[in-house]
């Protein structure tokens, strides 16, 4: 019954499977929200338009957001400094749920939090349960391990 409940149990490669399409996932809607910030709406108009929602430091927080979600959605996607950039996006995207939508509802349609949560329920499982091993992450820690066990022999 464990392993029909935890199949990762039986056949570890599954839980690197589903770290590394949640990463990428992950990733590459945080990269479009990014590239979204910076080039359609450009980094004034973005700051324009939290300082319109009640963000402080709009500006700051803009740039912030903006390259956070730029530069950790591709980290998540190669797997390196995986858990930096998700907590650095999910404090990014608390923001966003505490300052701008946790009082228009769920749906999304009406500003609602559910891309948010999704996003910060995601990204809190990578920050836990780190890259995986396909990940550079991943790559480094065997590396490393296989130095370290080899200057201890």
């Known amino acids: 019954m464990r392993t ?4 990762a ?5 599954l839980a690197d499977l589903a770290l590394l399409v949640s990463r990428v996932a992950l990733g590459v809607i945080l990269i479009a ?15 324009a338009a939290f300082g ?3 963000i402080p430091a709009p500006t700051v927080a803009a740039t912030f957001a903006t390259a956070v979600e730029l530069l950790g959605g591709a980290a998540l996607i190669l797997g390196v400094l995986t858990p930096i950039a998700a907590v650095l996006n999910m404090v990014i995207m608390l923001g966003a749920l505490l300052l701008v939508h946790i009082g228009n509802g769920v749906f999304v349609d009406d500003g609602g939090f559910e891309l948010v949560l999704a996003l910060v329920a995601g990204l809190l499982t990578i920050a836990v349960l780190g890259a995986g091993k396909f990940s550079i992450d991943g790559i480094v820690r065997r590396s490393s391990s296989t130095t370290t066990a080899a200057a201890t022999r």
Do not use: I, Y
């Not at 929200?33 to 700051?47: I, P, R, V, Y």
């Open 4 to 7: 029909l409940l935890h199949p």
């Open 9 to 13: 149990t039986r056949t570890p490669v």
């Open 33 to 47: 929200h990014g590239w979204q910030k910076f080039n359609e709406w450009t980094l004034s108009g973005t700051a």
């Open 52 to 54: 319109d929602m009640g």
